[in-house]
C-alpha cells in the first residue's frame, strides 16, 4: 500500500540520509520526498512510500525513532499517486473546461492532491455571523465519494482557511470561497493503528489557493451549489 510518512529532524547534512536508510531497511520503498518546512535548524518532511501490505508498521516507527532527533509526526494511507508538479493547474484547467461540474471536480480532486480521505464543498448559512455565537450550522452541498454519510464537519465559522483537529484525532483543513458561504472541507480519518498527520501551513495555503482560483473562474456558479432543484411542471 501507498503511506504517506511525516517526520521531523534536524536540518543538518546526513540526518536525511539516515532517514531514507532506515526507511528502505524497515521495508519501504520510497516513491517521493516532499519538503514541507526548513525553520529554526529543523525541517519538516513527507516521504511518500510504498509498503509492504503485510509488514508491521510499528517495525518502521521504531526504526525511525532510534535516529536522533528524528520525530515522527504521522504515518497514514494515502490515496492516489504522489503529487507531482503541475497538478493544481491541470485540476484548475479541468475546473474551466467544465464549469458546470466545477466544484464536484474540485472536491474529488484535492483529497488526493493532500493526501486526505475525503473532501466536502460545505454551505454555511449567509446570516452565521448574527447568529448566536457567531456560529452557522454548515449542511453538505457535494462531497467526494470516499465521504461518510452523513459527514463529520467540524465548526467552519468563522470564515478562513486554517487546519483543526478533532476531539476524536481527526483532522481537517478549511478554505472559504468567499462566495455564497461556502466552504472546502478536507479531513483525514483517524484509524489504528495509523495515525495521520495534522494539515500543515503549505497545505492550507495550497488548498486556499485552489479555491480562490476555482473561486474566480466558476463566479456566479458557486451561488447555485447547495441550492434546491428547480421543479418544472408541464
Do not use: C, K
Not at 474529488?108 to 480521505?117: K, S
Not at 455571523?129 to 457535494?142: D, F, H, I, P
Not at 486556499?208 to 428547480?230: E, K, M, T, W
Amino acid at each position: 500500500m501507498l503511506l504517506r510518512v511525516r517526520v521531523t529532524l534536524p536540518d543538518r547534512p546526513g540526518t536525511l540520509g539516515q532517514v531514507a536508510r532506515t526507511l528502505g531497511v524497515s521495508g519501504a520503498d520510497i516513491v517521493q520526498v516532499v519538503v514541507l518546512e526548513r525553520l529554526g535548524g529543523r525541517a519538516v518532511d513527507d516521504f511518500t512510500v510504498v509498503w509492504p501490505g503485510a509488514a508491521r508498521v510499528e517495525r518502521l516507527l521504531a526504526g525511525l525513532a532510534a535516529i536522533p532527533g528524528v520525530r515522527v509526526d504521522g504515518v497514514w494511507r494515502a490515496i492516489g499517486a504522489p503529487t507531482t508538479t503541475g497538478q493544481d493547474a491541470e485540476l484548475l484547467a479541468q475546473v474551466a473546461a467544465n464549469p458546470t461540474d466545477g466544484v464536484a471536480t474540485l472536491v474529488d480532486a484535492v483529497p488526493g492532491l493532500l493526501a486526505a480521505d475525503w473532501a466536502v464543498a460545505a454551505v454555511v448559512p449567509l446570516d452565521w455571523a448574527a447568529r448566536s455565537g457567531g456560529a452557522g450550522a454548515a449542511t453538505v452541498g457535494y462531497a467526494s465519494w470516499r465521504a461518510p454519510v452523513p459527514p463529520r464537519l467540524p465548526e467552519v465559522t468563522p470564515l478562513r482557511a486554517r487546519a483543526m483537529t478533532a476531539p476524536d484525532g481527526q483532522h481537517y483543513a478549511v478554505a472559504p470561497f468567499g462566495r455564497a458561504g461556502l466552504v472546502l472541507v478536507v479531513a483525514r480519518e483517524h484509524t489504528e493503528p495509523l495515525a495521520a498527520a495534522a494539515f500543515h501551513a503549505t497545505e492550507v495555503d495550497r488548498l486556499a489557493q485552489l479555491v480562490r482560483a476555482g473561486a474566480v473562474i466558476l463566479g456566479d456558479r458557486l451561488d447555485l451549489v447547495g441550492a434546491p432543484p428547480v421543479t418544472t411542471i408541464t
